[in-house]
């Protein structure tokens, strides 16, 4: 009888709604992007065809078609546009997102002399070419790859703030796979930035928009 009554007990905390873990556990097959991500990004960086933003806009639309093979509800309508979150708040994290910013670039800029973050993407494109690049395909592919479906799904397995660290990971092996701690570091922390704010907000267009402003500030204030 005590054994049963822990057992109720124990179903009724997996279902509470601030319950860190989920009681749903998406299929092990979610993990294949995540392991794809790495190679295909080495192959990226250390092979250029043609442009750098180019290929990387590429392997992300590869990424994302193998995300949603796996991850049928990563194109529904609630995963994206979620609009719950009242107005105001959605404002107060926008500016939340500058004001990290500022001391992240000036720390950043002590550790080098040039813009690497910035020359990393725009390499030898011209600056309204690579920021429309980044604005329009970028920062929406990477958004959707690693917030929308890598945090969302590695929550479920790791829980909110596991997820968001896991995810960050992930976004980081850019700067791994470019042989750049600093890359990697900046990576890590932007993507934890955005990975709280996207697990308060619940969704991909407020996280887009976070990340646009990183790319405006990065070009306005490079580091």
């Known amino acids: 009888m005590l054994d049963q009554s822990r057992f ?21 097959k979610i993990f294949i992007p995540m392991l794809l991500l790495y190679p295909l990004l080495k192959w990226v960086i250390h092979y250029s065809y043609f442009s750098f933003l180019y290929q990387y806009s ?10 949603q093979y796996v991850d049928e509800s990563l194109f ?20 939340v997102m500058i004001v990290v910013l500022i ?12 813009p690497q973050l910035l020359n990393f993407y725009q390499g030898n494109i011209k600056s309204l070419e690579s920021m429309l690049i980044m604005v329009a395909i970028i920062a929406p592919c990477e958004e959707l790859f ?31 796979a470019a042989h ?18 996207y697990s308060r907000v619940k969704s991909l267009v407020q996280a887009t928009l976070l990340h646009i402003i990183t790319i405006i500030f990065m070009y306005l204030f490079p580091f």
């Not at 750049?180 to 704010?197: Q, R």
């Open 8 to 28: 109720a007990e124990n179903i009724f905390a997996m279902v509470k709604l601030d319950n860190p873990y989920a009681r749903y556990r998406p299929s092990w």
């Open 58 to 67: 590429i392997a992300l639309l590869i990424l994302i078609i193998i995300a």
């Open 76 to 95: 529904t309508k609630d995963r994206i546009f979620s609009f719950d979150f009242p107005f105001e708040k959605k404002l107060f994290y926008l500016f």
């Open 103 to 114: 001391p992240i670039r000036n720390i950043a800029v002590q550790f080098t002399a040039t």
């Open 146 to 176: 690693f917030r929308g479906f890598a945090q969302y799904n590695l929550s479920f397995f790791f829980g909110k703030f596991g997820g968001i660290v896991i995810a960050a990971l992930l976004y980081s092996i850019t700067g791994i």
């Open 180 to 197: 750049s701690l600093y890359l990697a570091v900046l990576y890590f922390i932007i993507g934890i930035v955005i990975g709280l704010i």
